[in-house]
Protein backbone atom coordinates (compact mmCIF):
# COMPACT_ATOMS: atom_id res chain seq x y z
CA UNK A 1 0.00 0.00 0.00
CA UNK A 2 1.41 3.12 -1.07
CA UNK A 3 1.87 6.05 1.84
CA UNK A 4 4.62 7.06 4.41
CA UNK A 5 6.66 4.80 6.64
CA UNK A 6 7.82 6.07 9.92
CA UNK A 7 10.59 4.21 11.95
CA UNK A 8 10.98 3.48 14.85
CA UNK A 9 6.96 3.89 15.97
CA UNK A 10 8.74 4.51 19.36
CA UNK A 11 11.52 4.65 21.16
CA UNK A 12 12.79 5.47 24.70
CA UNK A 13 15.83 7.59 24.59
CA UNK A 14 18.43 9.06 27.09
CA UNK A 15 19.48 12.86 27.23
CA UNK A 16 22.04 13.93 25.38
CA UNK A 17 22.10 10.75 22.78
CA UNK A 18 21.44 11.26 19.20
CA UNK A 19 19.12 9.95 17.26
CA UNK A 20 17.75 9.47 13.13
CA UNK A 21 13.54 9.28 13.47
CA UNK A 22 13.20 7.85 9.80
CA UNK A 23 10.90 8.68 7.28
CA UNK A 24 10.32 6.84 3.74
CA UNK A 25 7.15 7.90 0.90
CA UNK A 26 6.84 5.99 -1.92
CA UNK A 27 4.39 8.07 -3.77
CA UNK A 28 6.80 10.39 -5.32
CA UNK A 29 5.95 13.67 -3.47
CA UNK A 30 7.93 16.02 -4.01
CA UNK A 31 7.40 17.89 -0.85
CA UNK A 32 7.92 16.44 3.21
CA UNK A 33 7.88 17.70 6.57
CA UNK A 34 8.39 16.96 9.63
CA UNK A 35 5.89 17.92 12.86
CA UNK A 36 5.76 17.16 16.21
CA UNK A 37 2.46 16.80 18.35
CA UNK A 38 1.59 17.47 21.64
CA UNK A 39 -0.98 18.02 24.33
CA UNK A 40 -2.87 21.02 24.12
CA UNK A 41 -0.67 22.65 20.98
CA UNK A 42 -1.60 20.49 18.09
CA UNK A 43 0.78 19.98 15.45
CA UNK A 44 3.68 21.95 14.67
CA UNK A 45 6.05 21.73 11.91
CA UNK A 46 9.82 21.56 12.78
CA UNK A 47 11.18 21.56 9.19
CA UNK A 48 10.20 21.00 6.20
CA UNK A 49 11.62 20.15 1.93
CA UNK A 50 9.90 21.26 -0.93
CA UNK A 51 11.86 19.13 -3.24
CA UNK A 52 14.90 16.61 -2.94
CA UNK A 53 18.26 19.18 -1.95
CA UNK A 54 16.52 21.76 -0.42
CA UNK A 55 15.16 22.31 3.06
CA UNK A 56 13.12 24.80 4.89
CA UNK A 57 12.85 25.65 9.20
CA UNK A 58 9.02 25.10 10.68
CA UNK A 59 7.73 26.88 13.37
CA UNK A 60 10.08 24.78 15.70
CA UNK A 61 13.15 23.61 14.31
CA UNK A 62 15.66 23.74 17.46
CA UNK A 63 17.55 21.16 18.19
CA UNK A 64 16.26 19.30 15.08
CA UNK A 65 18.18 18.74 11.56
CA UNK A 66 16.92 17.33 8.55
CA UNK A 67 18.29 16.57 5.23
CA UNK A 68 16.83 15.63 1.66
CA UNK A 69 19.14 13.91 -0.91
CA UNK A 70 16.21 11.92 -2.58
CA UNK A 71 12.99 12.45 -3.58
CA UNK A 72 11.80 9.36 -0.90
CA UNK A 73 13.74 10.20 2.25
CA UNK A 74 13.42 12.47 5.08
CA UNK A 75 15.15 11.76 8.30
CA UNK A 76 14.67 13.76 11.22
CA UNK A 77 17.80 13.98 13.54
CA UNK A 78 18.16 14.99 17.26
CA UNK A 79 22.20 15.97 17.91
CA UNK A 80 21.66 15.77 21.59
CA UNK A 81 18.34 15.07 22.87
CA UNK A 82 16.68 17.03 25.88
CA UNK A 83 13.91 15.89 27.64
CA UNK A 84 11.60 18.75 26.41
CA UNK A 85 11.68 16.81 22.93
CA UNK A 86 9.67 14.00 24.32
CA UNK A 87 6.85 13.98 21.87
CA UNK A 88 5.07 12.10 18.57
CA UNK A 89 7.16 13.09 16.00
CA UNK A 90 4.85 13.07 12.46
CA UNK A 91 6.31 12.85 8.99
CA UNK A 92 4.19 14.10 6.33
CA UNK A 93 4.14 14.60 2.18
CA UNK A 94 2.26 16.24 -0.26
CA UNK A 95 2.53 16.51 -4.41
CA UNK A 96 2.58 19.94 -4.12
CA UNK A 97 1.17 23.40 -3.75
CA UNK A 98 -1.93 23.52 -2.12
CA UNK A 99 -1.98 19.40 -1.89
CA UNK A 100 -3.46 17.79 1.12
CA UNK A 101 -0.58 16.21 3.19
CA UNK A 102 -0.45 12.55 3.77
CA UNK A 103 0.81 11.67 6.93
CA UNK A 104 2.46 8.54 8.46
CA UNK A 105 1.29 6.91 11.89
CA UNK A 106 4.09 9.01 13.70
CA UNK A 107 7.05 7.70 15.95
CA UNK A 108 6.47 8.34 19.78
CA UNK A 109 9.47 9.34 21.67
CA UNK A 110 10.85 9.73 25.17
CA UNK A 111 13.27 11.51 26.47
CA UNK A 112 14.90 10.70 30.05
CA UNK B 1 0.11 34.46 18.28
CA UNK B 2 -2.19 31.61 17.78
CA UNK B 3 -2.64 32.07 13.84
CA UNK B 4 -5.25 28.82 13.71
CA UNK B 5 -7.42 28.49 16.35
CA UNK B 6 -9.98 25.85 17.23
CA UNK B 7 -11.94 27.32 20.28
CA UNK B 8 -13.72 24.22 21.00
CA UNK B 9 -11.26 21.30 22.76
CA UNK B 10 -14.18 18.81 22.64
CA UNK B 11 -17.89 18.26 21.17
CA UNK B 12 -19.92 15.54 22.05
CA UNK B 13 -23.23 14.85 19.53
CA UNK B 14 -25.57 11.95 19.56
CA UNK B 15 -25.47 9.42 16.38
CA UNK B 16 -27.47 10.62 13.90
CA UNK B 17 -27.04 14.65 14.78
CA UNK B 18 -25.12 17.45 13.22
CA UNK B 19 -21.78 17.82 14.23
CA UNK B 20 -20.33 21.35 13.89
CA UNK B 21 -16.53 21.75 14.25
CA UNK B 22 -15.45 25.40 14.09
CA UNK B 23 -12.62 26.58 13.30
CA UNK B 24 -10.86 31.00 13.16
CA UNK B 25 -7.99 32.36 11.74
CA UNK B 26 -6.55 35.42 11.72
CA UNK B 27 -3.78 35.25 8.82
CA UNK B 28 -5.47 36.98 6.20
CA UNK B 29 -3.23 35.40 3.97
CA UNK B 30 -4.66 32.14 4.39
CA UNK B 31 -6.22 31.11 0.99
CA UNK B 32 -6.23 26.74 0.94
CA UNK B 33 -7.92 25.20 4.20
CA UNK B 34 -7.99 21.59 4.85
CA UNK B 35 -9.61 19.21 7.97
CA UNK B 36 -7.69 16.43 9.10
CA UNK B 37 -9.19 13.43 11.17
CA UNK B 38 -6.83 11.74 13.80
CA UNK B 39 -7.45 8.11 15.48
CA UNK B 40 -5.57 7.64 18.67
CA UNK B 41 -2.05 5.81 17.37
CA UNK B 42 -2.36 7.02 14.17
CA UNK B 43 -1.57 9.81 11.96
CA UNK B 44 -4.26 12.56 10.78
CA UNK B 45 -6.07 11.94 7.38
CA UNK B 46 -6.88 14.46 5.49
CA UNK B 47 -10.93 15.18 5.01
CA UNK B 48 -11.84 17.69 3.32
CA UNK B 49 -10.39 20.98 1.59
CA UNK B 50 -11.70 24.48 0.62
CA UNK B 51 -10.06 26.92 -1.57
CA UNK B 52 -10.74 30.50 -0.70
CA UNK B 53 -12.38 31.47 -4.16
CA UNK B 54 -15.34 28.90 -2.40
CA UNK B 55 -17.20 29.58 0.54
CA UNK B 56 -18.43 25.87 0.52
CA UNK B 57 -17.37 22.51 -0.48
CA UNK B 58 -19.31 18.89 0.08
CA UNK B 59 -18.04 15.49 -0.07
CA UNK B 60 -20.58 12.71 1.74
CA UNK B 61 -21.86 13.08 5.05
CA UNK B 62 -19.05 16.07 5.14
CA UNK B 63 -18.91 19.93 3.94
CA UNK B 64 -16.65 22.67 4.91
CA UNK B 65 -17.71 26.41 4.65
CA UNK B 66 -15.50 29.25 4.62
CA UNK B 67 -16.52 32.76 5.66
CA UNK B 68 -14.06 34.76 4.70
CA UNK B 69 -14.95 38.24 5.69
CA UNK B 70 -14.90 36.66 9.76
CA UNK B 71 -12.12 34.36 8.89
CA UNK B 72 -14.10 31.40 9.95
CA UNK B 73 -14.64 27.73 8.77
CA UNK B 74 -16.72 24.77 9.95
CA UNK B 75 -16.93 21.40 9.28
CA UNK B 76 -20.61 19.80 9.23
CA UNK B 77 -20.88 16.19 9.44
CA UNK B 78 -25.03 15.23 8.44
CA UNK B 79 -25.77 12.05 10.00
CA UNK B 80 -22.99 11.99 13.01
CA UNK B 81 -21.76 8.30 13.55
CA UNK B 82 -19.98 6.67 16.56
CA UNK B 83 -16.72 6.00 13.58
CA UNK B 84 -16.78 9.68 14.03
CA UNK B 85 -14.90 9.90 17.31
CA UNK B 86 -11.93 11.47 16.52
CA UNK B 87 -9.87 14.39 16.83
CA UNK B 88 -10.36 17.26 13.88
CA UNK B 89 -7.73 19.38 12.93
CA UNK B 90 -8.55 22.79 11.06
CA UNK B 91 -4.89 23.88 8.85
CA UNK B 92 -4.42 26.43 6.83
CA UNK B 93 -1.93 27.64 3.86
CA UNK B 94 -0.59 30.82 2.23
CA UNK B 95 -0.78 30.05 -1.33
CA UNK B 96 1.42 32.30 -2.71
CA UNK B 97 4.23 31.29 -0.32
CA UNK B 98 5.54 28.94 -3.04
CA UNK B 99 5.62 26.07 -0.26
CA UNK B 100 2.61 24.65 1.24
CA UNK B 101 3.61 24.39 4.56
CA UNK B 102 0.57 24.11 6.58
CA UNK B 103 -0.31 25.89 10.20
CA UNK B 104 -2.66 23.93 12.64
CA UNK B 105 -5.11 24.57 14.90
CA UNK B 106 -4.99 22.64 18.26
CA UNK B 107 -7.56 20.19 17.15
CA UNK B 108 -10.98 19.25 18.44
CA UNK B 109 -12.01 16.17 20.12
CA UNK B 110 -15.21 14.83 18.52
CA UNK B 111 -17.18 12.00 20.81
CA UNK B 112 -20.61 10.59 18.77
CA UNK B 113 -22.61 8.23 21.09
CA UNK B 114 -25.03 5.81 20.25
Known amino acids: IAGITQAPTSQILAAGRRMTLRCTQD?????MYWYRQDLGLGLRLIHY???????GKGEVPDGYSVSRANTDDFPLTLASAVPSQTSVYFC???????????FGDGTRLSIL | DQQVKQNSPSLSVQEGRISILNCDYT??????FLWYKKYPAEGPTFLIS?????DKNEDGRFTVFLNKSAKHLSLHIVPSQPGDSAVYFC?????????????FGKGTMLLVSP
Open chain 2, 27 to 32: NSMFDY
Open chain 1, 49 to 55: SNTAGTT
Open chain 1, 92 to 102: ASSEGLNQPQH
Open chain 2, 50 to 54: ISSIK
Open chain 1, 27 to 31: MRHNA
Open chain 2, 91 to 103: AASEGNSGYSTLT
